[in-house]
């Protein structure tokens, strides 16, 4: 049986632009990603800290870390992660 991620929450230092919701509703296009919450943590001249929590079934982390870098973003840490049991089709 396998498992897919359903929640993850990172910890990213991101570009000011492009700007908070912008960055959110690109992360939201990705496949199998329902909801994502940015809250910006700390600003600076150039760049911003934000917490980035995505929600959906399955959730690709490498398509969001590439993504993410595109958008001039990196990952600074994996804070929290939610699995489920993916049900086999075949009983």
Do not use: W, Y
Not at 35 to 43: A, C, G, M, P, R
Request: with cysteine.
């Amino acid at each position: 049986m396998q498992h897919s991620i359903k929640r993850v929450v990172l910890d990213v230092l991101k570009l000011r632009d492009p700007p908070l919701p912008e960055f959110a509703s690109t992360l939201c296009s990705l496949p199998n990603v329902e909801d994502v919450k940015v809250s910006l943590v700390e600003i600076d001249q150039n760049t911003e800290s934000v917490k980035v929590t995505i929600e959906g079934r399955n959730i690709d982390l490498d398509n969001v870390q590439k993504l993410m870098k595109n958008h001039g973003a990196v990952i600074h840490s994996i804070d929290e992660v939610v699995v489920q049991k993916e049900s086999s089709i075949n009983p």
